[in-house]
């Protein structure tokens, strides 16, 4: 949901974006977050949550997302799943053929393998803070201060820092996606 409000506050004063509001991610939410995406709507943030084995597929079949993010896949939810193998790849499942580009993160193991196992290796788009590990962008360095941090990070073409104006785990993980 933070990450959802994080793009629509950089894409608004650019493009109309409809969002999903508050955190309507069910198979209720989606449906009437969808409702929210009129004629004058040129992008779409569609945030997608599953409980349960089997039902992103029908989100799936709601959303066709072009450009995808995989977030932190903590353990909220987990008596839905019989692993945390099939919740990733369950998640992964939200990616049909329309899905270009699957942002995640390549630290997170059990979603970077899901990627993989499921097929989406070559769509993805990973960032990580381990230099060997062929992600797409690579946090170079990080330096917590009381309220911010401050991230250098590389990819092919080009180098750079940014300064994210929290300093928690979460808040940083976020911003990198």
Known sequence: TTLKEWL???????????RS???????????????EIDEGSQLAIVEAGISR???????????RPEIGVITCTDNEHDDGFDSMQQKCDDKCAL???????????A??????????RCGL???GFAWSTDARSG???????TEVSADHRTVEYRTASHHGTIT???AGEVEFSNAMH
């Open 95 to 105: 990616f049909g053929a329309e899905c270009k580009t699957i942002v995640y993160c």
């Open 135 to 141: 992600a797409a962008l690579i946090v170079e360095s």
């Open 121 to 123: 290796a070559s769509r």
């Open 53 to 63: 084995h089997g039902e992103m597929q029908a989100l799936q079949a709601m959303i």
């Open 164 to 166: 994210i104006p929290f």
């Open 8 to 18: 629509n506050m950089l894409l608004h004063d650019r493009w109309r974006v409809a």
């Open 21 to 35: 509001p508050r955190s309507y991610n069910s198979q209720i939410g989606v449906p009437l977050s969808l409702w």
């Open 107 to 116: 630290d997170q193991h059990n979603v970077a393998d899901a990627i993989g």
